[in-house]
Nanobody, 124 residues
Framework: QVQLVESGGGLVQAGGSLRLSCTGS????????MGWFRQAPGKERELVAA????????YYADSVKGRFTISRDNPKNTVYLQMNSLKPEDTAVYYC?????????????????WGQGTQVTVSS
């Protein structure tokens, strides 16, 4: 079972950038597809970006396409989320998670090993 720890959140003005990191324990990190979810108060948790085991394939929610970039460094057991042109509606707690599924799904129940989350706040 991999354990995940997110970092890099903070307070930023609209239009600014942040880079989130998620580091996993264990030797099986490269066996998992990785995903970044977010959850705003009163809203459901949503998948914003995901990356395949090798990093060759990625998924982005429509709301972040062209602004966010997901990447991974398997030797470092780390996945990143570069967030540019941030908007107030990006404000949420951001979580990383893993899935063994070959097909990336947007359903949170298909993902596991959730980290503790990191708060991202974008001021207008």
């Amino acid at each position: 079972q991999v354990q995940l720890v997110e970092s890099g959140g903070g307070l930023v003005q609209a239009g600014g950038s942040l880079r989130l990191s998620c580091t996993g324990s264990g030797r099986t990190f490269s066996s998992y597809a990785m995903g970044w979810f977010r959850q705003a108060p009163g809203k459901e948790r949503e998948l914003v970006a995901a990356i395949s085991r090798s990093g060759a394939s990625t998924y982005y929610a429509d709301s972040v396409k062209g602004r966010f970039t997901i990447s991974r460094d398997n030797p470092k057991n780390t996945v990143y989320l570069q967030m540019n042109s941030l908007k107030p509606e990006d404000t949420a707690v951001y979580y990383c998670a893993v899935t063994m599924s070959v097909v990336i799904t947007t359903t949170p129940a298909d993902w596991r090993s959730w980290g503790q989350g990191t708060q991202v706040t974008v001021s207008s």
